[in-house]
């Protein structure tokens, strides 16, 4: 208290009620001696106007405290705006890349187009088409990282919401703070108007007290409302990264998908190949057994003139023609043989390429390798 060397500015709860109480016991012999009545009340002023000079510090404080949570509001904005320019270039990136991939797989079905034209080049255009396949494979692993990379930005937005909820709780308790105080300070008001009647102005000075305090309440609030907003932008953001990176792995699938038609589609065009050699022996063939009934019908026509005709001077045409039919039969009899038994090696091979369990494990070789998960 005063009288023991103590400021009423450094008391505070119990210790302020009993300098009061004491305050208004001595107020009698207080009121007799005039003089220590107005140096009490001198001191008292000057204790306020101290009070009051730490109060205007004090408000100065929160006023740059404010003023660098909204220079920190702003910061974050302009992170945020180029957070949102990246995703847009990003996803600028991934249309160009499935633009490339589509443009590819046309470029795929023309060279496929060209491949039933040339089929004596089929064998080493399948080598480059298995090339272009490990290739694709390559592409896919790629991509699957690219996904995996989505997914752990996506992880951080998600951490990033996570923090701005907390610090939109702590936003709720520090006015929960500031409206606790402000009951405190009205009922202080209140104590001090039954207490004394001759401090009509520190009620009043009380009272703008108060009033400053709900404008600050209300600030507060306000600046709570635009935290929440904040964070239900900042769940959006969120939520539209998340359908990006979903529409991201999309494209991913779709285009292994056509990676594994092209998969399919060269090996319908080794097929395609060999059926056409196949073609080949077998029209081969034909010419063999042409050449075998040429041979027959000039045995044939020579054996009719030399028993039409007899022995004479016609007898070398007709010994000749018998010979070239002899010789067509020999050479028609070997190149057949040879045929036959290339022709047996590349049926067995078809139906080994052609049977239902080689393409099924085709099929799971190419999934396999191209590693296809659902979406």
Request: zero cysteines; proline letters at 0%; a positive charge.
């Amino acid at each position: 208290m005063p009288g023991k060397g103590k400021d009423f500015s450094s008391l505070a709860g119990e210790e302020l009620l009993k300098a009061m109480d004491d305050w208004a016991e001595r107020r009698e012999s207080l009121a007799e001696d005039r003089t220590k009545l107005a140096q009490f009340r001198t001191r008292l002023a000057e204790e306020r106007t101290a009070l009051a000079h730490k109060r205007t510090e004090l408000a100065e404080g929160r006023t740059k405290l404010a003023e660098g949570r909204t220079e920190l509001a702003g910061k974050r904005t302009a992170l945020a705006e180029g957070r949102t320019n990246l995703a847009e270039k990003r996803t600028g990136l991934a249309e160009g890349r499935t633009a490339l991939a589509n443009n590819r797989t046309e470029f795929a079905q023309k060279r496929t187009s060209l491949a039933e034209g040339r089929t004596q080049l089929a064998e080493k255009r399948t080598g480059l088409a298995e090339g272009r396949t490990e290739l694709s494979h390559k592409r896919t692993d790629l991509a699957e990282g690219r996904t995996k990379l989505a997914e752990g930005r996506t992880e951080l937005a998600n951490n990033r919401t996570e923090l701005a909820r907390n610090r939109t709780s702590l936003a709720e308790g520090r006015t929960n703070l500031a409206e606790k105080r402000t009951g405190l300070a009205e009922g202080r008001t209140g104590l001090s108007q039954k207490r004394t009647e001759l401090a009509e102005g520190r009620t009043n000075l009380a009272e703008k007290r108060t009033d400053l305090a709900e404008g600050r309440t209300q600030l507060a609030d306000k600046r709570t409302g635009l935290a929440e907003s904040r964070t239900s932008l900042a769940q959006n953001r969120t939520e539209w990264s998340q359908k990006r990176t979903d529409w991201a792995e999309m494209r991913n699938k779709l285009a292994e998908i056509r990676t594994r038609m092209s998969g399919g589609r060269t090996g319908l065009a080794q097929s395609r190949t060999n059926l056409s050699q196949y073609r080949t022996i077998l029209a081969k063939q034909r010419t063999e057994l042409s050449y075998l009934r040429t041979g027959a019908t000039l045995i044939a026509l020579g054996t009719f003139f030399t028993r039409y005709f007899g022995f004479g001077y016609w007898s070398v045409i007709d010994g000749l023609i018998l010979f070239t039919g002899v010789v067509s039969i020999v050479m028609a009899v070997k190149l057949f043989r040879k045929s036959f038994f290339i022709e047996r090696k590349l049926l067995v091979r078809l139906e080994e390429e052609l049977a239902s369990e080689a393409v099924e494990k085709r099929m799971e070789n190419a999934i396999q390798a191209h590693r296809f998960g659902t979406f």
